[in-house]
């Protein structure tokens, strides 16, 4: 009885997912959230509207795809259960807020607990003993295989692509003596999710951080990072701001905000 009350409020993840941080990862976001909501609310809208203007050109409104949902607070559940029949939201972690939606709209909308990158599981049944050209190899070809509930007319990866490589990225041992190993397994991950999303046949949106940036409190850029660059993608359909962490969030010295852009395809 206990056990089944605690699970109302433990998320639900794989545990070789569990052991490569994204368990972790996930609650951290969502006290993040809690503690700067209203930094994050402009963004926040800024990725819901995006993903209504995707949803305007598709053709057929039967099903759609969310990846890395988490707890869909970039993601208009609502609104698109309106528009498509079926509402897939995926992640690696299915937390409150996603079954909440699924128990909301039970006819329309789903949870899928699915692995984007195709890597977690062997990265983590190998993990100790990876060297970074193994670790990086796993990412560069893991298939992720067809997507959660087929072919969908609408896919929406929700700010996910930067995470993919980098969290197990950060859990593996070999990183202890090469710190830089997270940012080239996110490199590849991601490079990974494009081709993936490239194959798909309905209309796609991508919501990524497009630059990262370190501002000091007098408002100097300290630190600039393009990650589109490094994905090698275009200019996006639509760039905003996300203030990720005021100061002192992440640093008592500087602002970590990012450029967001939504790429939509198809
Ligand atoms: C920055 S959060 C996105 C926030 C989410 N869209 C929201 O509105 O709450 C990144 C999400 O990607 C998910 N994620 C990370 N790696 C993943 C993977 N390999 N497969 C599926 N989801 C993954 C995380 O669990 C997390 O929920």
Same mark, same amino acid.
Request: aromatic share 6%; charged share 25%; net charge positive.
């Given at each position: 009885?206990?056990?089944?009350?605690?699970?109302?409020?433990? #998320?639900?993840? #794989?545990?070789?997912?569990?052991?490569?941080?994204? *368990?972790?990862?996930? &609650?951290?976001?969502?006290?993040?959230?809690?503690?700067? *909501?209203?930094? =994050?609310?402009?963004?926040?809208?800024?990725?819901?509207?995006?993903?209504?203007?995707?949803? %305007?050109?598709?053709? @057929? !409104?039967?099903?759609?795809?969310?990846?890395? /949902?988490?707890?869909?607070?970039?993601? #208009?559940?609502?609104?698109?259960?309106? &528009?498509?029949?079926?509402?897939?939201?995926?992640?690696?972690?299915?937390?409150?807020?996603?079954?909440?939606?699924?128990? &909301?709209?039970?006819?329309?909308?789903?949870?899928?607990? =699915?692995?984007?990158?195709?890597?977690?599981?062997?990265? /983590?049944? +190998?993990?100790?003993?990876?060297?970074?050209?193994?670790?990086?190899?796993?990412? @560069?070809?893991?298939?992720?295989?067809?997507? $959660?509930?087929?072919?969908?007319?609408?896919?929406?990866?929700?700010?996910?692509?930067?995470?993919?490589?980098?969290? $197990?990225? !950060?859990?593996? #041992? /070999?990183?202890?003596?090469?710190?830089?190993?997270?940012?080239?397994?996110?490199?590849?991950?991601?490079?990974? !999710?494009? %081709?993936?999303?490239?194959?798909?046949?309905?209309?796609?949106?991508?919501?990524?951080?497009?630059?990262?940036?370190?501002?000091?409190?007098?408002?100097?850029?300290?630190?600039?990072?393009?990650?589109?660059?490094?994905?090698?993608?275009? +200019?996006?359909?639509?760039?905003?701001?996300?203030?990720?962490?005021?100061?002192?969030? =992440?640093?008592?010295?500087?602002?970590?905000? !990012?450029?967001?852009? /939504?790429?939509?395809?198809?």
């Amino acid at each position: 009885m206990l056990k089944e009350l605690f699970s109302i409020f433990v #998320p639900d993840c #794989p545990p070789w997912a569990r052991e490569l941080g994204l *368990a972790r990862e996930h &609650k951290a976001i969502a006290k993040r959230h809690a503690r700067v *909501a209203a930094a =994050w609310a402009s963004h926040l809208a800024a990725s819901r509207a995006a993903v209504m203007a995707a949803a %305007e050109r598709c053709l @057929k !409104h039967e099903q759609v795809l969310v990846i890395g /949902a988490g707890d869909c607070l970039d993601v #208009p559940v609502e609104e698109l259960a309106a &528009k498509f029949r079926r509402v897939i939201l995926a992640d690696i972690v299915i937390g409150t807020e996603a079954r909440r939606w699924a128990k &909301k709209f039970p006819a329309r909308v789903s949870c899928a607990s =699915w692995d984007a990158s195709g890597a977690l599981a062997v990265v /983590a049944a +190998k993990k100790d003993t990876l060297v970074a050209s193994e670790a990086l190899a796993i990412f @560069k070809n893991a298939d992720a295989g067809p997507p $959660p509930g087929g072919e969908a007319d609408l896919v929406v990866s929700a700010n996910c692509i930067s995470q993919l490589g980098l969290v $197990p990225g !950060h859990a593996l #041992p /070999a990183t202890e003596k090469d710190s830089d190993l997270p940012d080239r397994c996110a490199k590849a991950a991601a490079r990974r !999710h494009l %081709e993936w999303l490239g194959q798909r046949t309905g209309v796609r949106i991508l919501l990524a951080d497009s630059v990262r940036l370190n501002i000091a409190a007098d408002g100097r850029i300290l630190k600039r990072e393009s990650l589109s660059e490094r994905y090698g993608l275009l +200019k996006p359909d639509r760039q905003w701001r996300w203030d990720l962490a005021p100061i002192p969030e =992440w640093s008592p010295d500087f602002h970590r905000v !990012h450029e967001v852009g /939504a790429w939509i395809f198809g």
